[in-house]
């Protein structure tokens, strides 16, 4: 069975920056997308970013491109997401996830096409 494991989340005020990771077992297929997903009170899920794990290829949503960073240490069966310049609308619940390769209508990755889900990690941002 896959099972994701994230950490790093917790309160920070707005401009600074956390560092979640997720590590990764059982994944059973080479090429996989994991991706972090993010909910806040009230509102639906949101895609903000992804990784293809056989090129390091990267989805951002437009809400985090410039700040948020995915990236992978497969030696460590970790991945991570840098989040910086963090804002009160960035408070959520962050979930990682992982399956199969899919491809979104933004590209590889793009979407929550998982098959596969962390616990999540809270997120908050508040001066």
């Known amino acids: 069975d896959v099972q994701l494991v994230e950490s790093g989340g917790g309160s920070v005020q707005p401009g600074g920056s956390l560092r979640l990771s997720c590590l990764a077992s059982?994944?059973?297929?080479?090429?996989?997308?994991i991706g972090w997903i993010r909910q806040a009170a009230g509102k639906e899920r949101e895609a903000v970013a992804a990784l293809y794990t056989a090129d390091d290829n990267t989805y951002y949503a437009d809400s985090v491109k410039g700040r948020f960073t995915i990236s992978q240490d497969y030696t460590r069966n970790t991945v991570y997401l840098q989040m910086n310049n963090l804002q009160s609308e960035d408070t959520a619940v962050y979930y990682c996830?992982?399956?199969?390769?899919?491809?979104?209508?933004?590209?590889?990755?793009?979407?929550?096409?998982?098959?596969?889900w962390g616990q999540g990690t809270q997120v908050t941002v508040s001066s």
């Open positions: 059982g994944l059973t297929y080479d090429s996989n997308c």
């Open positions: 996830a992982a399956g199969p390769y899919f491809r979104g209508y933004g590209g590889a990755c793009e979407g929550m096409g998982y098959n596969s």
